[in-house]
Structure formats: C-alpha cells, structure tokens
C-alpha cells in the first residue's frame, strides 16, 4: 500500500525546519571552533613545551618564517641598542658589526623546540652581546634506585611568583593573524609571538615582534 500524498507533505514539512536547525547549528559550532582555534593551538603549545614534546611542539611553527622574522627583529634590536644606525662613531660601528655576527647563533638557538618553549616562557632574544642560548627543555626521566629523587625546595612565596611571572595577553589582529604578547609589568619592554592561520583551523608561530610599543593589549 501506498503511503498517502498528505502524509509525505506533512513529513517533508517536518523535516525542513529540523534540517534548517541542524545546519544552523553546525555553522554556529564551526563559526565558535574557529574563533577559539588560535587559543586552542596555543594551549597545545604550551603543554607541548612544557612537557619538552618537541615533535609536536614544532607542528605547529612554520621555522622558516619564524628565522627570517627573528632575523630582522634581532637586527633592528641590536641598532636600537648601540645607536648604530645613524652614527659616525667608529666605535659604536664596530660595535655593531660584532653584534651582527652574533645575530646568527642566537636565530638558531631560537629556531629550536628549545627556543620556541622559551619564547612561550616569557625569555626572549634580548639582543644584547654575549647572550645566552635559551634553556633547554627536557623531558623529565623516573627516579631508579640508582638516582632517588631529589627533595624540592621550600617553593616561594606566592607573591614574588606573581612578580616575576610575565603578564601575557592574546587577541586576534586580523581574520589571519593572532598575536600572544608578554610583559614583565607596566613600564617594562614587551614582546609577541604571532601566529598565522594555516587552513581554516589550524595556526603556526610564524612571527616575533620585540620591546613593541606598551598601548593596547598586542603591540
């Protein structure tokens, strides 16, 4: 037996609103993941740097665009600092040229899983001679037998932990570019590391912007 022409009509009506609420729904959800997707990356670095996962810490860093950017931000760092750019004083020439040749090992510190947890740490590049490699992040071994655990030390007081933890903030600069800046208090210099959209969800640390301007939350 056939079913009846009104009941069809009757299930197609039905079923159209149920369908429009579907797929607006799937919209909304999609629109939300996307929106959050930059600090939904972001988180994963950090538990990847902080656990020393370097495999799928660097997943998320487009290393190429990263060195060239540290590269010029280090360079323009380094002429701000010694005064260079504009000055006839051999010293402060020579000076520079010293510090260009030091750019090279610092980029390459930085372009590390090491240099990216670093930098999701709150320890820049600074540019200044002489700098360190940033600390390396390692993965934390069982105690044997052998090597009982070490008894940690008294932790410190919660105030001065608050004091030397930088402040971040994250905030979109554009559909395509979300920026996570650092600063140690109000009047100290800052730095951001930007990411950049890969696809509709995904986002890779391509950037860094250091000692920018202190107004608004991203330099």
Excluded: C
């Amino acid at each position: 037996m056939t079913e009846p022409v009104s009941n069809r009509v009757s299930n197609r009506n039905w079923l159209k609103p149920v369908a429009i609420v579907i797929i607006v729904v799937a919209v909304v959800a999609a629109l939300g993941y996307g929106y959050a997707s930059p600090w939904l990356v972001l988180n994963r670095m950090k538990t990847a740097a902080d656990t020393g996962d370097a495999a799928t810490l660097s997943t998320y860093v487009d290393y190429p665009a990263l060195r060239a950017s540290l590269k010029e931000q280090l360079d323009q760092l380094l002429k701000r600092r010694i005064g260079a750019e504009h000055s006839s004083n051999p010293l402060l020439l020579f000076g520079a040229a010293i510090g260009q040749a030091l750019i090279g090992p610092v980029v390459d510190a930085y372009t590390t899983p090491d240099g990216v947890a670093a930098l999701l740490n709150g320890i820049p590049p600074t540019g200044k001679p002489g700098e360190a490699p940033p600390p390396a992040t390692q993965n934390e071994e069982a105690p044997s037998p052998a090597n009982p655990p070490v008894q940690p030390e008294a932790p410190a007081p919660a105030s001065e932990n608050a004091a030397s933890r930088p402040r971040s903030t994250a905030s979109y600069r554009g559909i395509n570019e979300f920026a996570v800046t650092w600063q140690q208090s109000e009047n100290s210099e800052r730095y951001a590391a930007i990411l950049r959209r890969h696809g509709l969800f995904s986002w890779r640390l391509a950037a860094v912007e250091l000692n920018g301007p202190a107004n608004g939350a991203a330099p």
